[in-house]
């Protein structure tokens, strides 16, 4: 089974800051993916940005980068640069070889102008 | 690419009627489709997973009898709330794996279901 944790259930930034939401996970499997997924007012489920857990190398997406702590089991999102349109509801995500995902509770950022 | 659509998006019905929800990948063909429902501010809770030609697999607490899901094709999965009741109101989402090999899901836009 697989577990996730979002610790942040909100969180603020100003308008071109840079701001990081924390995520935490727990597995047992060796291969596994793990994904931010933003979900806005109009609740559309939209993948901002995932990563494989056997590469070593942080992905990026634009403004969106990750910091990927293995031994840690740590799955950071750093948005760069923060848009109004950025402001949305962040889900930390994991699927393993059931291909299932399993959610983190959610983190509401609130973009200030 | 990997739209996944919804229909309808809102809908209304009177207790103990019966609800369809369709999901449908519009450019990629889906042999399995996930249904989530979501309360206000909370995360997904995934209700059933839904293969093409076979029957789904339902979650732990899901009552398969009131929630009828059906994969006909590869691109269309149906979410049947039948004899519907006030406590079902909620947001349904469907989403799609492109592939068998694929992790990621896409999402559709989700249907809020209110029963009266």
């Known amino acids: 089974a697989q577990t996730v944790t979002q610790s942040q259930p909100e969180m603020s930034v100003q308008e071109a800051e840079t701001v990081t939401l924390s995520c935490t996970y727990d597995t047992s499997e060796s291969d596994y993916y793990l994904f931010w997924y933003k979900q806005p007012p109009s609740r559309q489920m939209i993948l901002v940005i995932r990563q494989e857990a056997y590469k070593q190398q942080n992905a990026t997406e634009n403004r969106f980068s990750v910091n990927f702590q293995k031994a840690a089991k740590s799955f950071s999102l750093k948005i760069s640069d923060s848009q109004l349109g950025d402001a949305a509801m962040y889900f930390c995500?994991?699927?393993?070889?059931?291909?299932?995902?399993?959610f983190g509770s959610g983190t509401q950022l609130t973009v200030l102008p | 690419g990997a739209v996944v659509s919804q229909h309808p998006s809102r809908v209304i019905c009177k207790s103990g009627t019966s609800v369809k929800i369709e999901c449908r990948s519009l450019d990629f063909q889906a042999t399995t489709m996930f249904w989530y429902r979501q309360f206000p501010k909370q995360s997904l809770m995934l209700m059933a997973t839904?293969?093409?030609?076979?029957?789904?697999?339902?979650e732990q607490g899901v009552e398969k009898d009131k929630f009828l899901i059906n994969h006909a094709s590869l691109t269309l999965s149906t979410l049947t709330v039948t004899s519907a009741h006030p406590e079902d109101s909620s947001f349904y989402i469907c989403?799609?794996?492109?592939?068998?090999?694929?992790?990621?899901?896409?999402f559709g836009p989700g249907t809020r279901l209110t029963v009266t």
């Open positions: 839904s293969n093409e030609g076979s029957k789904a697999t339902y």
């Open positions: 989403s799609a794996r492109t592939g068998l090999l694929a992790y990621e899901q896409y």
């Open positions: 995500a994991s699927a393993g070889s059931a291909r299932q995902l399993t």
